[in-house]
């Protein structure tokens, strides 16, 4: 199984970037996905899931309204739509994928696959 996150880089605050995760090596039938993210010297934060069916998405309240999670089944790729980007949101952004809802997954207790990171970093 391979979870490939990509498309993060240097951005100024206020603009945008569409982080991507491809998926690849099994079914992921009832698998819930989520993004992730971590600074140095914490903890990894919660920042969006999206069910397995698409049709329903939850985000953390810092990012609510500013990130658009999407995922594109016929592509085996997750999405990560990022607008109005604030140095707060700078840190490396790893997508995941679980059996558990969604409302469980953002607790990350046990994530069953991890996708490597991509660093994203806003400058004030």
């Known amino acids: 199984v391979q979870l490939q996150a990509s498309g993060g880089g240097l951005v100024q605050a206020g603009g945008s970037l569409r982080l991507s995760c491809a998926y690849s090596?099994?079914?992921?039938?009832?698998?819930?996905w989520a993004w992730f993210r971590q600074v140095p010297g914490k903890e990894r934060e919660f920042v969006a899931a999206?069910?397995?069916?698409?049709?329903?998405?939850l985000y953390t309240d810092s990012v609510q309204g500013r990130f658009t999670i999407s995922r594109n089944n016929a592509e085996n790729t997750l999405y990560l739509h990022m607008n109005s980007l604030k140095p707060a949101d700078t840190g490396v952004y790893y997508c995941?994928?679980?059996?558990?809802?969604?409302?469980?997954?953002?607790?990350?207790?046990?994530?069953?696959?991890w996708g490597k990171g991509t660093q994203v970093t806003v400058s004030s």
């Open positions: 995941a994928a679980d059996r558990s809802a969604i409302q469980t997954m953002r607790r990350a207790t046990s994530i069953d696959y």
């Open positions: 999206i069910s397995w069916r698409n049709t329903n998405r």
């Open positions: 090596g099994r079914t992921f039938t009832n698998y819930s």
